[in-house]
């Protein structure tokens, strides 16, 4: 099999992937992430693209460190890049994601989480692991669609719980103590709450502690 993209090294200390990172290109086309993501210069990859149109491409070996996450942390973990397998969706980040793409996607993680061993609790968006610096894949994303066939998760919690619970809730789900609460809100709603606005509420907490009490690592 060849694999276009030139951008990948070794995981570090023997890493094997634990996280799958979703992504969003931010480009015009699949075509341009395509040559950006193959292109030597630029200096960045990801495993797999997705096409709107359903067309999924493996650029680097799941094996390899591609350089897809940069900076930042999922539940007190650094160097996101050695530990997880990450995933480009062909979006310009202000539109609904095709079907055909959705389905691509769920094809793609479904092989991903059986190769490695990936339960539904390892796969995360960058603005997750990145809070203030990425916001993709973003508030159009689909996240509860995955959680329905196993591919993330979703909290259904009973009822609100107290809103100054739901930082240290948010903390142990995963989110990076190396930012502000501020952060942790914005992105932890991004993708569970992206129409809300505001301080933390009693819905935010009780959706954070019900995560927490599942996942907590
Ligand atoms: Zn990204």
């Known amino acids: 099999m060849h694999f276009p993209s030139p951008n ?3 995981r570090r200390g023997g890493l094997r992937p634990s996280l799958i990172v979703i992504h969003y290109t931010a480009m015009d086309s699949c075509a341009a992430a395509r040559d950006r993501l193959c292109d030597p210069e630029a200096e960045v990859s990801a495993h ?6 359903g067309a999924a491409e493996a650029l680097v070996p799941e094996e390899r460190r591609a350089w897809h996450a940069g900076a930042g942390e999922w539940r007190g973990m650094g160097d996101i890049n050695s530990r997880s397998i990450g995933i480009e969706l062909a979006n310009r980040g202000d539109h609904p994601y095709p ?3 959705m389905q691509a996607l769920e094809r793609v993680l479904t092989g991903i989480m059986a190769r490695w061993s990936i339960g539904p609790d390892g796969v995360i968006g960058h603005s997750d692991m990145a809070p203030g610096r990425k916001a ?3 508030p ?3 996240w509860r669609r995955l959680a329905r066939s196993g591919l993330a998760v979703w909290p259904a919690p009973q009822a609100p719980a107290d809103p100054a619970g739901f930082d ?3 903390l142990a789900f995963g989110y990076p103590a190396g930012v502000s609460a501020d952060l942790r809100l914005e992105a932890f709603r991004l ?9 933390a509420d009693g819905t935010d907490a009780a959706l954070a502690l019900e995560l927490a009490r599942h996942f907590a690592a």
């Open 168 to 170: 240290a809730a948010a």
């Open 191 to 199: 993708r569970f709450r992206p129409w809300a606005s505001g301080p």
């Open 99 to 101: 079907e055909p793409q």
């Open 8 to 10: 990948h090294g070794e």
């Open 136 to 138: 993709d894949p973003g």
């Open 48 to 53: 797999w693209l997705i096409s709107e149109t």
């Open 140 to 142: 159009r994303f689909d």
